[in-house]
T-cell receptor, first 113, second 109 residues
């Protein structure tokens, strides 16, 4: 298995909702990442987990809450989002925090209404 | 300042044409990589190329680390090559992957 699987592919949520994005990989990679991408912009790093521990938080608002329950799974819990949080959310993994070998998922397109 | 800079921002090609995309990077990043994002959002890692030249089918890349630039060559372009090409590097001391603004390529049949 050489994929990073993200679910759901599309999500529409209200500003008072709570939802979660899920990311899964079975390549034995030990680093996993969340990126946010606005239209016509490059991806921007949000969080990095290395060996299931949060190693980088790019000053992301607390309405985004990451979780890494095990080495194959990464979640992003969403609560009280704003319309400006609408974006493509991409998950990625690498063998370690080794700077190469990135595999990206196909993303979740989030719309906040 | 800008750490990873790509040119051109947009490119339109006729199918079968060749093209060269350029990436300039500052001395605060290294471990250059090229990605392709298709129209559906999927980001594919094309090359990890901190220096030297690599080829994969119709695509090849060259990085001259001493002069802080990298080139991506696309030969005999096909409509499936359309999308956004990103160059990215790792920022020293942080391990963070920093993306350029991308080159949007449209290949017309």
């Amino acid at each position: 298995d050489t994929e990073v699987t993200q679910t759901p592919k599309h999500l529409v949520m209200g500003m008072t909702n709570k939802k979660s994005l899920k990311c899964e990989q079975h390549m034995g990679h030990r680093a996993m990442y969340w990126y946010k991408q606005k239209a016509k912009k490059p991806p921007e790093l949000m969080f990095v987990y290395s060996y299931e521990k949060l190693s980088i938080n790019e000053s992301v608002p607390s309405r985004f809450s990451p979780e890494c329950p095990n080495s194959s799974l990464l979640n992003l819990h969403l609560h009280a989002l704003q319309p400006e949080d609408s974006a493509l959310y991409l998950c990625a993994s690498t063998p370690g925090q080794l700077n190469y070998g990135y595999t990206f998922g196909s993303g979740t397109r989030l719309t906040v209404v | 300042g800008i750490q990873v800079e790509q040119s051109p921002p947009d490119l339109i090609l006729q199918e079968g044409a060749n093209s060269t995309l350029r990436c300039n990077f500052s001395d605060s990043v290294n471990n250059l990589q090229w990605f392709h994002q298709n129209p559906w959002g999927q980001l594919i890692n094309l090359f990890y190329i901190p220096s030297g030249t690599k080829q994969n089918g119709r695509l090849s890349a060259t990085t001259v680390a001493t002069e802080r630039y990298s080139l991506l060559y696309i030969s005999s372009s096909q409509t499936t090559d359309s999308g956004v090409y990103f160059c990215a590097g790792i920022r020293f001391n942080t391990g963070k992957l920093i993306f350029g603004q991308g080159t949007t390529l449209q290949v017309k049949p």
